[in-house]
């Protein structure tokens, strides 16, 4: 049986995880009872590896739509241009939502609990 992502995973689409040594890194640094930050440090090389890796979606993206989420010679709402429109927007929003999840690792390794921020906005 498929898990969730892999049954929404489209076919060809690149994913982009952290290592196995980067996923070590971060679970020790996390479980440690040591106080301080310092051991958030090797992790935080994996993450500005990742943020590369975003950026580089992101141009990919770009790139695969030729900068145009439309086809110009073809009606704004035939099939073809609202399914190529809906297929670009979907990816632009899940390369932003890697992106926000980075953001949120990046500053847990600063010491900012992004999850207490989060719960006090919603009271």
Known sequence: MKN?????RVPG??????SPD?????REALQSEREGLDRMLPPRM?????????????????EAFAGQ?????????????VARCKACLRLHKENTDL?????ELWMFSF?????????????
């Open 46 to 62: 994996y993450l500005v590896k990742l943020f590369a890796r975003i950026e580089q979606l992101s141009a990919d993206i770009d």
């Open 13 to 18: 689409e690149r994913t982009v995880p952290l």
């Open 4 to 8: 969730k992502s892999e049954s929404t």
């Open 111 to 123: 010491g900012y609990d992004v999850g207490e921020r989060r719960s006090q906005s919603k009271t």
């Open 69 to 81: 989420p439309l086809l110009l010679d073809r009606a704004p709402d035939a099939p073809a241009n």
């Open 22 to 26: 980067a996923e070590k890194l971060v």
């Open 99 to 103: 992106l926000g999840r980075a953001l």
